[in-house]
């Protein structure tokens, strides 16, 4: 599953520099190197638009208008040079690069002046999320809405994916189709969006050779429209956003694309970036991504694992189980107990619902929901000798986001007779969502996870107890939980069938 050179390469983390970073744990993966990246999301939007880039950045082949309505322009915070290996992969499309912060290498020779300067270097690229709690209601919202299906089926979501989609979404939208989109994410106005979105890439950002979770954004614009300069600085500046031009529907653009999705997603939903293709109608097309990439701080011992049954809502299926017992924490609430198994970057939790009660109504216990925000804050919990067994799980989903949105709020940008997208174009009067989909992927194996995700948005013209002991079986359907440096969660699903 996972690039054993890397693995072998970042096993040797010496006892107090984990001490000192304490729950940071995580070992990365070069984002254009191997396909075991998680947490990758992507979302596309079609909508309208183009980019110029100055400051540092590409300068455009289409036309700008010129407007003077944003003033929240400069660069955001930590930007240092470096250009993305896909704009140098696309050269007859791009026309804009993002600035990623240049990060100290986690160090192979055990140098403690090297330690020392890749932990620096990782405290500075931290954020300290101050607004968190307005995140919550979008995640909670959001997990309760596309996680509500009573289908017997798997189902993985990004949340941070999603809302860094919308986020962007915002920035090329205005009137009420913004206000929909900032009332759904908490937030009083669009500085504030931009100022939380900025914080959140960096916050869960790391690029050190060892570890990785990169989030990666562009913009897909049709050759023949004009677009608003400002708007397109924004996006590049505040979300990292590259840019290409060219002629929508044809099978050059489309195979760009997918060249790009699948660099991004680390090639784990090959099958579902193929299906994204662009229609002559398509104005333009935002995509965001998330690649995540993990061992275990405490692996597996794979001749410890064991054949056995699992009880799917499906019928009884044999799978193979993970083994572990470890002196920990044991969360609980009235309906569900959990562990968390912490990463070298972020941690997964794994939440068992009691008998009679099925992951999807524990979705909509507010008691549940709190747990997944609060973690390791969470009051009911003890420590015990935990003896874990965990199936080895590969797990794909599709969900259709567009009921999702409209459900909560998010109504306007369907309907081209009042979407508002102003800030991105002047060239098309009416301009509407047609599709919005959410692709996911987990596995985990006795290394670790891997996880990626893509979001597609197409917009178109017209149209403590010690000394006590219990077992935790993981043999019916649960929820995970995957979570990042920040501590949000960044995938959240549920296992009917491992």
Not at 28 to 52: C, D, E, T
Not at 232 to 247: E, F, H, P, R, V
Request: glycine letters at 4%; proline letters at 3%; one cysteine or more.
């Amino acid at each position: 599953m996972k690039s054993k050179k890397l693995y072998n390469s970042i096993t040797n983390i010496r006892e107090e520099i984990i001490e000192q970073a304490d729950n940071y744990r995580f070992k990365k993966h070069n984002k254009s190197a191997w396909i075991s990246s998680l947490v990758a999301a992507v979302l596309v939007f079609a909508i309208v638009s183009g980019i110029i880039i100055h400051n540092g950045f590409f300068v455009p082949t289409t036309k700008p208008i010129q407007t003077n309505n944003i003033t929240d322009t400069e660069p955001a915070k930590n930007i240092k040079e470096t250009v993305s290996s896909t704009e140098e992969d696309l050269p007859e499309y791009a026309i804009a690069c993002p600035q990623y912060p240049i990060m100290a290498q986690y160090p192979s020779n055990g140098s403690q002046i090297e330690y020392d300067v890749w932990f620096e270097d990782v405290q500075k690229q931290r954020r300290n999320l101050y607004f968190t709690d307005d995140l919550n209601y979008f995640f909670t919202q959001s997990t309760q809405e596309f996680l509500s299906s009573n289908g017997n089926e798997n189902y993985v979501y990004s949340p941070l994916n999603v809302y860094m989609a919308l986020a962007m979404l915002a920035e090329i939208t205005d009137g009420n189709s913004r206000q929909q989109i900032l009332d759904l994410l908490n937030c009083e106005n669009i500085a504030t969006l931009r100022r939380q979105s900025s914080d959140l890439w960096n916050a869960n950002y790391r690029d050190d050779g060892a570890s990785s979770c990169v989030l990666a954004s562009s913009l897909w614009l049709n050759e023949n429209i004009n677009y608003v300069q400002d708007t397109m600085d924004i996006l590049a500046q505040k979300y990292y956003a590259s840019s290409y031009s060219g002629k929508m529907g044809s099978n050059e653009f489309n195979d760009a694309l997918h060249q790009w999705l699948n660099e991004q997603t680390g090639d784990l939903l090959k099958e579902q970036a193929g299906d994204i293709n662009f229609d002559p109608r398509t104005i333009i097309a935002l995509a965001t991504t998330v690649l995540f990439e993990s061992n275990w701080t405490d692996k597996f011992d794979e001749e410890k694992n064991t054949e056995d049954v699992f009880h799917s809502p499906n019928g009884d299926v044999d799978c193979t189980y993970m083994n572990q017992s470890n002196c920990q924490n044991l969360y609980y609430g009235d309906d569900f107990t959990s562990i968390c198994k912490y990463m070298e970057l972020g941690s997964m939790w794994f939440i068992l619902p009691d008998e009679n009660i099925s992951a999807q109504e524990l979705l909509y216990n507010e008691q549940v929901m709190d747990f997944i925000l609060k973690g390791e804050e969470w009051e009911n919990q003890k420590s015990l000798e935990v003896n874990e067994t965990i199936p080895k799980f590969d797990v794909v989903s599709d969900i259709d986001l567009s009921q999702g949105l409209k459900n909560m709020g998010i109504t306007d940008v369907f309907d081209s007779t009042i979407s508002d997208f102003s800030p991105t174009t002047t060239d098309v009067d009416e301009i509407s969502v047609t599709k919005a989909s959410h692709s996911a992927r987990v596995v985990i194996d006795e290394e670790g996870c891997v996880a990626t995700a893509f979001t597609v948005i197409f917009a178109t013209s017209g149209a403590k107890l010690a000394e006590e002991e219990i077992d935790f079986i993981l043999n019916r359907p649960f929820i995970f939980v995957i979570k990042g440096e920040s501590g949000l969660p960044l995938f959240i699903g549920i296992v009917n069938t491992p």
